[in-house]
């Protein structure tokens, strides 16, 4: 099946640093999503990004599907930024399965 | 919109008990999934259903078993728990698999369940 890898596995940040967290993935999809679960254990949709940028205020990402890689950026990170961001795709060719990958852990200092 | 609701949020079973994970959603969507996430991990998919009557196994099924009588509910069922069972379990819907924009996939808030 697909494989999903995502880097770095933590990241530190002190408060207003920028970070890229990048999301690989195996073969070609029909979708692909990245999520943050804050330090609650909740999972919140960040985008919907199969292809091309999106941008919501501080956050954006990009996916080259054709190189098939998604990058999540985050700017001025601010310590509700913490927690963990998974990339979840869905293969293309009749896959309904969502895979995620392992995530990046996000710790963003004061 | 209550959206994905699951619960109990938490848990505790003695080995070689059951129970049903109970999830709902009214948002009308086609897809539900079951998920575990065991600590430091992503989530694996347990089970999954297209539609009312229909579901299928995911990558981690042995152990649980789903059914999926009306497009609201998915329920989870654990037989004769075991420690290795101890995870957070999230079910999740969506409306279809097809891409388009807004097709997301909503979690519920998560059930916490120890096995001890």
């Known amino acids: 099946g697909i494989q999903v890898e995502q880097s770095p596995p933590d990241l530190i940040l002190q408060e207003g640093a920028n970070s890229t967290l990048r999301c690989n993935f195996s073969?070609?999809?029909?979708?692909l999503q990245w999520f943050h679960q804050n330090p609650w254990g909740q999972l919140i949709n960040l985008f919907y990004?199969?292809?091309g940028t999106k941008q919501n205020g501080r956050l954006s990402a990009t996916t080259v599907a054709t190189e098939r890689y998604s990058l999540l950026y985050i700017s001025s990170s601010q310590t509700t930024d913490s927690g963990v961001y998974f990339c979840?795709?869905?293969?293309?060719?009749?896959?309904?399965?969502?895979?995620f990958g392992k995530g990046t852990k996000l710790t963003v200092n004061p | 919109n209550a959206g994905v609701t699951q619960t109990p949020k938490f848990r505790i079973l003695k080995i070689g008990q059951s129970m049903t994970l109970q999830c709902t959603q009214d948002?009308?969507?086609?897809?539900m999934y079951w998920y575990r996430q065991d600590p430091g991990m992503g989530l694996k998919l347990i089970y999954y259903?297209?539609?009312?009557?229909?579901?299928d196994k995911g990558e981690v099924p042995n152990g649980y078993n789903v059914s999926r009588s009306t497009t609201e509910d998915f329920p989870l069922r654990l037989e004769l728990a075991a420690p290795s069972q101890t995870s957070v379990y999230f079910c999740?819907?969506?409306?279809?698999?097809?891409?388009?924009?807004?097709?997301?996939?909503?979690f519920g808030e998560g059930s916490w369940l120890t096995v001890v």
């Open positions: 073969d070609s999809v029909n979708n």
């Open positions: 259903s297209v539609g009312a009557g229909i579901t």
């Open positions: 948002m009308n969507h086609n897809y």
């Open positions: 979840a795709v869905l293969a293309a060719g009749g896959s309904e399965k969502l895979v």
């Open positions: 999740a819907s969506s409306y279809s698999r097809q891409p388009h924009s807004g097709n997301t996939i909503y």
């Open positions: 990004i199969p292809s």
